[in-house]
Each structure stands twice: as C-alpha cells, then as structure tokens.
C-alpha cells in the first residue's frame, strides 16, 4: 500500500461521526498528538469540550440543524471518519426507528452537508455482524445489520455521485473499554465473585477479540496511509483468533483470581446467534502489512487492572 507523505498528513482535515464515543475519543486524541486538524460533530458540544484536550472544532448536530451544513463547509474537511453507531439486536418498533435515524438518516444527512467540500476521502465503520455467514459476502444477522448494509449501498451511490474514495472498516470484538452497550466480557466480569450466578448462553460461540488501541492504531494508519486503490474495499479487523465465551471466561478467571459466577445455558441462543467470527488477517495483512499488536491475554490483565478486577497479575 502506498504511504502517504508526511506533508499530506499534516495538513488533513478530519471530520468525525462519533467522536465521543469510546473508541472516537481514543482515535480524535491521537489524531490531534500527531497535529492534524480535527473536527468532531456532536449533539451536546459542552460535553464534547470536557472530551478533548486540544484544539478540536465541535459542531452541533440536533433539531436545529440549519447551521449544520455551513459548519461543515467551513471546515472543509478532506477526509470523514464515520463511527457512530446505534447498536442494539432487537427488532421492535422504537429501536427500528432508532436504528434507521441513526445508522441510515443521520449519515445520509451529513453527506448531504458534504455535498459542496473538498471531501476526498470516507472511512465507513460496519459490523462483523454484517457476514452472518461469514465475511465472503453480506447476510445480516439482525436488524442493525441490514442497517448498516443498507448504508453502505447508499454511500456508494453518494461516491459515484460527489466523487469520493471510501472504504469501509469491520472491527470484530472490541475489547479494553467501558462501553454503554453491554457485550460478554462485561457480563463475566461482572459475575467475579458474584453471590448471585449471572445468566449466558452455553457460551460456545467463537469470537475474535481485538483490543481498543489496536482497533485505533489501524484506524490512524489507514488515515496515514490514504490511496485510491482503496476505493470499495473492506477491511476485516481482528486477531485472526477464535476464542469461546466460555474460555475468555476461563482466562479472565485465571488472570484475576475469581470464580465467574456464571449459569451457562441460562439464555438460549438468538434465532441468528454468530456462532463464529474471526476476521480473515491474511487479506488485512496482504493489502495493508499492518498487524494487531496486543495479544488477547495482555489486553485483557491490562483492560482488568483499568477496572481494578484483578486481585494478582499473573504471568
């Protein structure tokens, strides 16, 4: 992959979708360590500022959007990096609508606001949750699946039409932060030394794991990294690894010392439960050379003294 020149770099202007977030404010405070020029559209700016620490312009999204596009069009940005999300794998009436105003309407509506820029360049952000079958082609697993799906054959046609390169990145399970939505590393830590057994599934399910800080390094690279031979293409992020739910818990159990109090079979499997996603690293690494650097029981004795979980590192 060609390398982008260090002038370039320096001189890219980043717009963000779900800059707050946890993995945004991660990836906007290492954009903003290496100088480049960030922008973060959010609806709550005073709350956006006690973020960030540094030079970062806020604009407001909410129900008074007429200020919105010029907002953009004034920073002008070259390069969007779209990470909001709504995430949920329920599928009644409100969190359908949810679900499309956030992941279809909201993005649809910024490219609009985009229509008129110098935008060259537009990182999409999916789910492996999109490759139910695997990542060979598109099957949604759920409702926010298809969502994101749904999205990304409107981005194309946005391409095509305002002459933009984009490309799309599939984290799989990100691990190593304090996250509002709920996932299985979270419930098992949660029954450590629990009176109380914390209901799961059997727990068989073979996930990819891929700390926080790796997800943003690639995120980073990619953006120091810019070329046109990445027009369409998508980007499976993880370690290449499976790993059960049952035996991330038996890690977690050895790594912090507690007994995970957990009823495994106590919450039957989804309709269209993934019973196995890992990431095809082979064509990460073949297209872009770049490589996740932390192992899975590294991130984890570190995402566990974050927590103040672990009791004895263990080696």
């Not at 002459?163 to 509002?180: D, H, K, L, Q, T």
């Not at 009176?195 to 990819?208: H, N, S, Y």
Request: proline share 3%; hydrophobic share 35%.
């Amino acid at each position: 992959m060609q390398t982008g020149k260090d002038k370039e770099v320096k001189s890219l202007r980043i717009l963000f979708t779900g800059g707050t977030g946890v993995i945004g404010k991660k990836l906007v405070a290492k954009c903003l360590g290496a100088g480049l020029e960030c922008a973060v559209i959010t609806r709550d700016v005073e709350k956006s500022r006690k973020g960030f620490k540094g030079k970062v312009k806020h604009i407001e999204y909410g129900p008074n959007r007429r200020n919105l596009r010029e907002d953009i069009l004034a920073f002008d940005p070259l390069v969007c990096v779209h990470l909001a999300s709504y995430i949920s794998s329920e599928s009644d009436t409100t969190t359908c609508d949810k679900l499309i105003d956030t992941n279809v309407r909201f993005p649809c509506f910024i490219l609009e606001a985009l229509r008129e820029s110098g935008l060259k360049y537009f990182i999409n952000t999916g789910s492996f949750s999109e490759f139910y079958k695997g990542p060979a082609r598109s099957d949604p697993a759920y409702f926010y699946s298809a969502t994101k799906i749904a999205f990304r054959d409107l981005l194309d046609s946005y391409s095509i039409d305002m002459g933009f390169v984009y490309f799309s990145i599939i984290p799989y399970s990100v691990y190593g932060i304090r996250s509002s939505t709920k996932k299985a590393i979270d419930v098992i830590l949660s029954s450590l030394s629990n009176k109380e057994p914390v209901d799961m599934t059997p727990g068989d399910q073979a996930l990819d794991f891929i700390h926080v800080d790796d997800v943003c390094d690639f995120y980073f690279f990619m953006l120091n990294n810019l070329d046109v031979k990445m027009h369409k293409r998508t980007y499976h992020l993880g370690s290449g690894s499976a790993t059960t739910i049952k035996d991330l818990a038996k890690l977690i159990e050895q790594l912090s010392m507690e007994k995970a109090n957990i009823r495994w079979g106590g919450i039957p499997y989804r309709k269209k439960d993934i019973m196995r996603a890992v990431a095809p690293v082979e064509i990460l690494d073949r297209d872009t050379g770049w490589r996740p650097m932390i192992k899975l029981r590294q991130g984890l004795k570190r995402y566990l003294k974050q927590k103040g979980s672990s009791k004895k590192s263990i080696s």
